[in-house]
């Protein structure tokens, strides 16, 4: 897997086409009708994970210190259905914590995690903090990694 990340305006057209795409097959026709695009893009890194024939199979965001919390918030986190169970998504979890490190080191990261992925998350060092609630009709918990 081939793994880059991207500031929105790096993008370019045929990146942020195959994103989208993606994000469009993982959170409205597998999960019912959201709007995706929720104005957060423009203001985060984008983390693109390509196999060897180029074709997009994984994908996060991160969106920057102080868009939606005080630290950074990874969030959109998708693998394609094709390559799910394979453990792509924890690779891919593993590249956006590391980047996220890096990028800012001690300043903790959010997210807003779907209540059945909680254990999944816990494993990569987040811990719930505070109660369950529903977005767009799927109940989440947000954590945190310290």
């Known amino acids: 897997m081939n793994w880059n990340w991207f500031r929105f305006h790096e993008l370019g057209v045929d990146h942020l086409y195959d994103a989208l795409a993606l994000r469009c097959r993982v ?5 019912g009708p959201f709007l995706d ?7 985060s890194v984008h983390l693109l994970g390509r196999d060897a024939d180029g074709v997009l199979q994984a994908y996060l965001r991160v969106c920057l210190p102080g868009v939606k919390y005080p630290q950074p918030s990874i969030g959109r986190v998708i693998t394609s259905l094709e390559t799910r169970g394979t453990g792509l998504g924890r ?12 990028r800012w080191p001690g300043l903790g990261i959010q997210i807003s995690a779907q209540e059945r992925l909680e254990r999944f998350y816990e494993s990569f ?8 609630y529903i977005d767009d009709g799927i109940p989440h918990v947000p954590m945190l990694r310290s």
């Open 91 to 102: 690779t891919l979890m593993k590249e956006g914590v590391a980047g996220c490190e890096a």
């Open 125 to 132: 060092g987040f811990a719930r903090s505070g109660p369950t």
């Open 27 to 31: 959170f409205i026709l597998e999960q």
């Open 37 to 43: 695009p929720d104005g957060a893009d423009r203001e």
